[in-house]
Each structure stands twice: as structure tokens, then as C-alpha cells.
């Protein structure tokens, strides 16, 4: 069984000077759980372009994110060049460059949740939260972002944390939702 990455900070051993110039990754110096996590994702793919997009969201699914190191070995595992696989990256809004934070906040920008305060759950989560959408709290905690739709019409308006659904949502109810994430008891 693979272990997680140790790794805290982002940084992992991996370099694509570890590789050997035909891209092997059986003869790659792997010297952390990192590592092997990487090794071991590549070598379920065929070594070819069409491989890309299951190759960074198996990436991204293991480590959150998608790591400059984990990167340049896909680079040579599949010898193309970093700008594309860049350009892939970034054309598809799934996946990111930076660690994420603790619990992401999704609110519902669907017309059904539009029309009953998604809106004013927004403006409330960018108050409490002291950030704006696309944005993550300093200390990590939470991510907070828009999503089109939730599917969850009926409900609305609606706000997702960390893929669980509230329904009904006012921002008189955000408060007690972070704390609920935050370990804060909401004193009264």
C-alpha cells in the first residue's frame, strides 16, 4: 500500500534530475512515500498525450493539487514539454497549482439559489471569512469559491463544505456552519 505524501509544506524529492533522460520511471532515485505516489500513478497510463488529463487528476486526487514536482516527471514520462502540459492544466478548472485549504466552501450561483440569497450568502461568507471568492483564509482553514450548480434546486439556496450539502441556507446560518468546520462552539 502507497503511503501519503509526508510531505507538509508543499515540497516533495522527486526532481526531474532523479530521472534518467529516457523517462523510466523504474530506475527514477525515489527516496520518499511521495515518490513511489508518483511513480505509481504514471505507470498505470501509456507513456502518450492522450494520457493527460486521467494522469493530472490522478495526481491532483492523491495530493490535493497538482506538485511542480509531480509535474516535471510527467513532463518526461510522457516527453512532452511543461508549457503543454500547462496549457491542459490550466484550460480545465479542476485543477490547481497550490495546495488547497482545510474545508472548501462552494456557494450555489445557480437561478434558483440566485433568486433566494445565494447572493447574500456570498457577501455574509466574504464578511465572516475576511476573503473573496477564490480565495483562502490565511491560516488555511477555508477555500472559499462559486459553483453554477449544486443540483440541488429544491433546496435552495444551498452551500456545500467540504462536498456536504446545507439546504435553505440564510446568512444567519453561516456562522453556526463554520463553526461546525472550525471547532469554534458558538457562545451565546
Known amino acids: 500500500m502507497m503511503q501519503p505524501c509526508r510531505e507538509k509544506a508543499g515540497f516533495c524529492c522527486l526532481r526531474a534530475a532523479h530521472l534518467p533522460e529516457n523517462g523510466a ?79 472548501t466552501i462552494h456557494v450555489c450561483q445557480g437561478t434558483a439559489c440566485h433568486v433566494r440569497g445565494g447572493a447574500q450568502n456570498m457577501a455574509e461568507l466574504q464578511q465572516l471569512l475576511d476573503v473573496k471568492a477564490g480565495e483562502m483564509t490565511p491560516d488555511g482553514q477555508f477555500e472559499l469559491g462559486r459553483v453554477a450548480c449544486l443540483g440541488c434546486c429544491a433546496l435552495a439556496p444551498v452551500v456545500s463544505v467540504d462536498g456536504h450539502v446545507y439546504a435553505r441556507v440564510s446568512p444567519k446560518k453561516l456562522p453556526a456552519i463554520l463553526d461546525e468546520y472550525s471547532g469554534e462552539q458558538e457562545s451565546q
Open 25 to 103: 520511471m523504474a530506475d527514477a532515485t525515489l527516496t520518499c512515500g511521495c515518490d513511489a505516489d508518483i511513480s505509481d500513478i504514471l505507470s498505470r497510463y501509456p507513456r502518450n498525450q492522450g494520457s493527460i488529463i486521467p494522469l493530472l487528476q490522478d495526481i491532483q486526487e492523491r495530493h490535493g493539487y497538482l506538485r511542480p514536482e509531480a509535474l516535471d516527471a510527467l513532463e518526461k514520462w510522457l516527453g512532452i514539454s511543461a508549457n503543454e502540459i500547462y496549457g491542459v492544466a490550466t484550460f480545465y478548472a479542476q485543477f490547481r497549482f497550490t495546495p488547497p485549504a482545510k474545508h
